[in-house]
């Protein structure tokens, strides 16, 4: 079992940065592949990005590619979501994931990871 809390959202003017914290409760949170994703309102919920459980792997939409960056500090428990040049469009509930199973991460897809956060409101004011 794995509980995720996020934090570190809020009101931002575009063209600023925020860094997204997710704390993982566990011993065996270095082992699973972790995701952000997120939500717009009206809109479906959208992968941002992942990394895999060493960290040796990292993937993210096109739309953020460039300007997010996902790490993780396994010593920690906690995975982090910077994201520099923030555009209005970037406005969502940002959730982060725990994959489904340990060591691995089939996909990208929602269906992948299984234990889910809160969420953390980020708003991009133009």
């Known amino acids: 079992q794995v509980q995720l809390v996020e934090s570190g959202g809020g009101l931002v003017q575009a063209g600023g940065s925020l860094r997204l914290s997710c704390a993982a409760s566990g011993r065996t949170f270095s082992t699973y592949a972790m995701g952000w994703f997120r939500q717009a309102p009206g809109k479906e919920r959208e992968f941002v990005s992942a990394i895999r459980w060493s960290g040796s792997s990292t993937y993210y939409a096109d739309s953020v590619k460039g300007r997010f960056t996902i790490s993780r500090d396994n010593a920690k428990n906690t995975v982090y979501l910077q994201m520099n040049s923030l555009k209005p469009e970037d406005t969502a509930v940002y959730t982060c994931?725990?994959?489904?199973?340990?060591?691995?991460?089939?996909?990208?897809?929602?269906?992948?990871?299984?234990?889910w956060g809160q969420g953390t409101q980020v708003t991009v004011s133009s």
């Open positions: 994931a725990a994959s489904r199973s340990p060591y691995g991460l089939a996909s990208l897809s929602i269906g992948e990871f299984r234990y």
